[in-house]
Structure formats: structure tokens, C-alpha cells
């Protein structure tokens, strides 16, 4: 992919996994503070996390959410029925690829992870 703006740093990160914890708005709260803290970013607002439980499909039910960062966002989309979680960091500050991975797979106590940097 050519780089169209190559005056402005981006760093993005997408995880992919199963996870093993029982996952509901407030966990994803709760996820949000616990890797905005451990990345050193700053929420430039309110996350936005929507449960989509009990509604549609039951394959495609689960907790969507997004913070915006001041840096950028984080968006975690999840499946309840198959325990499959979806999440993307990207920033214009730098941080900690493996720190990240790392939070992500202590708290969403992740049986299989699969990650790619761009």
C-alpha cells in the first residue's frame, strides 16, 4: 500500500482471538482504562460500547465500543456465541506493540491470539 501521508505517523495494531472471560459493557469499560493506562494514551472522550446481546442473529450478537484517543482510537468488536474478539489500536504516537499484545491477552484471557502490525 503506498503511503499517501507520509508526513503524518500512524501506527496501527489488530488482535484477533478467542477469549476465555465472560465479556459485557462493563468489561469492555473496564479493558479500556486498563490499556490506556498501561500504554500511556489519553481518552480525548467517552467510550462509546453498545451490546448488541438479545438482538439479530445470535452468531453475529455482542459488545461493539470504541474510545477515541487523543493520539487516535481503539475499536473492540466481539462475538459472544464463538467467544471471538476483534480489536484495532491505531494512533499517531508511538507505543508499545508488545505491551499491548500483552494487556489484550492478560485481560480478555486470550486461548488463541493472532496479531499484524502496520
Not at 438479545?54 to 475499536?75: H, T, Y
Not at 473492540?76 to 506493540?97: A, N
Request: aromatic share 12%; hydrophobic share 45%.
Amino acid at each position: 500500500m503506498k503511503d499517501l501521508a507520509p508526513n503524518i505517523y500512524r501506527q496501527r495494531l489488530l488482535i484477533e482471538g478467542i477469549y476465555e472471560i465472560d465479556v459485557q459493557v462493563e468489561t469492555v469499560h473496564q479493558f479500556f482504562t486498563v490499556l490506556l493506562s498501561g500504554l500511556g494514551a489519553n481518552a480525548a472522550g467517552d467510550a462509546i460500547v453498545n451490546s448488541s446481546l438479545g438482538q439479530g442473529k445470535i452468531e453475529n450478537q455482542g459488545i461493539e465500543a470504541f474510545i477515541p484517543l487523543i493520539e487516535s482510537g481503539v475499536a473492540v468488536y466481539t462475538w459472544q456465541s464463538s467467544r471471538f474478539l476483534s480489536l484495532i489500536i491505531y494512533t499517531c504516537k508511538k507505543f508499545d506493540g508488545d505491551k499491548a499484545l500483552s494487556i489484550v491477552e492478560d485481560f480478555f484471557q486470550l486461548s488463541q491470539m493472532e496479531s499484524k502490525s502496520f
